[in-house]
């Protein structure tokens, strides 16, 4: 049973994988060097179901949006930098934060992202929940000045997406942000 | 020992079932062990062109070699290259100091079939360990050879051998801000690269599921997360998690049947919960206002191992996934242990600490007095994953400011970098058996 399944498979590879690796089989024989016919074990590995994955089909289909798509004048990109794992607001930043507000009470149609990202120091999921704590006191801080929770969206990319490349403060002082992007 | 073994990337263009990643690996062992096992592992012989252009000793060496529990003898020092036991001159491979010898030949049979018979002696009394055949056409004779070199590291340690294993990471490549991320699934030596699925926006999280037939992982194609599932063989993926907020940190429960995941309330809380991923019922497993993410099973699937912040700094607990199951805090020494891997016997946890302003990959001892161990001394080791026979554990650090894979033995010992040609790599994650 087992052996004609381990052929059926060898034959369906042969006819679909050409060029691919297959699943070798194991053969113990009996003495040194000699040669056994048929075999009975299957290897261990997958070497057979390795194969080629077709790429993802809308991989590629998303841009990088979000830019200047607001129909708000000046205010289309703003930026909110942060200390090293810390989440709340400078003062420095406050008038930012204002006049967002007062773009969305003003546009009650205006909806706005918050994009959380930290430096790459540390753990990647961690630094997802950095990023969104910090996209959240964001948050926290338009909704107080007036906006409307329906207006706000947040998406934390952690380290996935810096601003700029480089292992050292310089680099990692622009990383830690939260930018906002008005939706379109 | 410092050794340079050189992975050829095989650029030759295969099926259209075979993507290939183009990236040349090297790997670079950094610190090997002193108490290393000598073997003498003897070019195969051949009776055809075709087979003889594919070296499985080669592989079966530098496989051995970078275990680090093993030192291979140069195939220059050989004075003869016997390809049966018989013709094996016991006393002259002991005065070249090997304990050990594998001699094997590359037999055709019949088109595209191939015989690979070895036999492994001990040098010393000269006693036959091993007489297998392994049968592969020719692309698989790469997997043969991973074969071989687990059966003989079987043999020899007593510890099952995870070379015809895989490896799955991510790829960066481009400057900002025109980045690609791409997943990849490679032979647990780097070779053979396959491509999983690729983006212009980040890919993270890979996690394999317990049967290693499907991927699960993040990606943010639609500049928002998504956990998907993806078949290797065929590619197919669906989308399990898109909800509002966070979606991240997929793992396995050990039978296959559930996610644990990440997921955030629109205060952003983020919070553990497990995915049934039949009938897609969403169960609570933590509720605590700090971030509780990371998760990872036990192997009886009745609790999680998990990163929380609930004390200040991340630190590392376990929770039953019963209601009403009350976390416990597992490490205490430090202000940062983050992302616990389990080791497969449940002896040891493998994680991400923080020392002299660092990140570096630990272990804790769970079956003593929970003892850890820092084993690696990088500023940026993060993203530990066992090898499926606990041996080793690889993880992402960092080479002159790039993005590089590196493994590290369990016990610390042995150290190894291996270094991509292009990108940034990050993320690996060590298939099972």
């Known amino acids: ?184 | 020992m410092n050794k340079s073994l050189c992975w050829l990337s095989l650029l030759i263009a295969v099926a259209v079932f075979c993507p290939r990643a183009q990236a040349e690996l090297v790997v670079e062992i950094t610190n090997g062990q002193a108490e290393a096992i000598p073997i003498a592992v003897v070019p195969f012989g051949s009776a055809e062109e075709a087979a003889a252009s594919f070296d499985v000793a080669k592989v079966v060496s530098d496989d051995l070699a970078r275990s680090g529990r093993f030192r291979s003898m140069d195939r220059k020092d050989m004075i003869e290259q016997p390809h049966t036991g018989a013709n094996i001159g016991f006393d002259d491979w002991r005065r070249l100091n090997n304990d050990y010898i594998l001699v094997g030949q590359v037999q055709p049979q019949g088109p595209d079939r191939y015989n690979v018979v070895f036999e492994l002696y001990n040098v010393l009394n000269h006693q036959r360990l091993l007489g297998y055949q392994i049968s592969a056409n020719k692309p698989g004779l790469r997997l043969a050879s991973h074969q071989v070199a687990d059966m003989v590291f079987e043999k020899i340690l007593g510890v099952r051998g995870a070379f015809a294993t895989r490896v799955a990471y991510v790829s960066v490549l481009g400057r900002l801000p025109n980045r690609s991320y791409r997943l990849i699934v490679a032979d647990a030596d780097g070779e053979n690269p396959r491509i999983v699925m690729q983006s212009n926006e980040p890919l993270m999280s890979p996690a394999w599921s317990p049967d290693g037939q499907s991927l699960a992982y993040v990606s943010f194609e639609d500049r928002l997360p998504s956990i998907y599932v993806q078949l290797l063989k065929t590619g197919d993926r669906h989308r399990v998690s898109a909800r509002a907020g966070v979606n991240q940190a997929p793992a396995w429960s050990p039978d296959g049947k559930k996610l644990a995941l990440t997921l955030s309330t629109r205060e952003g809380n983020l919070d553990i919960y497990t995915l049934d991923l039949t009938t897609q019922a969403l169960t609570r497993i933590t509720d605590d206002p700090s971030i509780d993410t990371e998760p990872q099973w036990s192997k009886d699937g009745q609790s999680l191992y998990f990163t929380s912040d609930r004390a200040g700094g991340p630190q590392i607990y376990r929770v039953g996934i019963h209601p009403g199951d009350k976390p416990r805090r597992l490490t205490f020494q430090g202000t940062y242990n983050a992302r616990p891997r389990l080791s497969p016997d449940e002896s040891q946890l493998a994680f991400v600490t923080q020392e002299d302003g660092g990140y570096r990959i630990a272990t804790m001892d769970l079956k003593g007095r929970g003892d850890v161990q820092v084993l690696t001394k990088g500023r940026f080791d993060v993203s530990p994953s066992y090898a499926p026979n606990g041996a080793v554990i690889i993880y992402a650090s960092r080479d002159r400011g790039r993005g590089v894979l590196a493994l590290v033995s369990a016990d610390g010992r042995v150290q190894e970098r291996l270094v991509s040609s292009e990108g940034e790599v990050q993320e690996p994650a060590w298939s099972p058996f």
Not at chain 1, 26 to 55: D, F, H, K
């Open chain 1, 1 to 184: 049973m087992k052996r004609i399944a381990t052929i059926a498979l060898l034959l369906a590879g042969a006819a679909l994988l050409a060029g691919c690796p297959k699943k070798p089989t194991i053969v113990e024989p009996p003495t040194a060097g000699s040669q056994v016919g048929g075999s009975s074990t299957s290897g261990s590995a997958n070497g057979a179901s390795t194969n080629g994955s077709p790429l993802g089909g809308d991989a590629d289909a998303s841009s990088r949006g979000g830019v200047g798509a607001d129909g708000s004048g000046p205010n289309s990109r703003k930026i909110i930098y942060f200390d090293f794992d810390k989440s709340e607001i400078k003062p420095e930043f406050a008038s930012i934060v204002t006049s967002a507000a007062q773009n969305l009470t003003s546009h009650p149609t205006l909806k706005l992202k918050l994009e959380g990202n930290t430096d790459e120091r540390g753990t990647r999921e961690y630094n997802i929940g950095l990023g969104e704590r910090r996209a959240q006191a964001v948050r926290r801080a338009l909704l107080l000045q007036g906006a409307a929770e329906t207006q706000i969206s947040t998406v934390s990319f952690g380290a996935e997406r810096p601003a700029a490349e480089g292992d050292d403060e310089a680099a990692w002082a622009q990383n830690r942000r939260v930018e906002l992007v008005y939706l379109p």
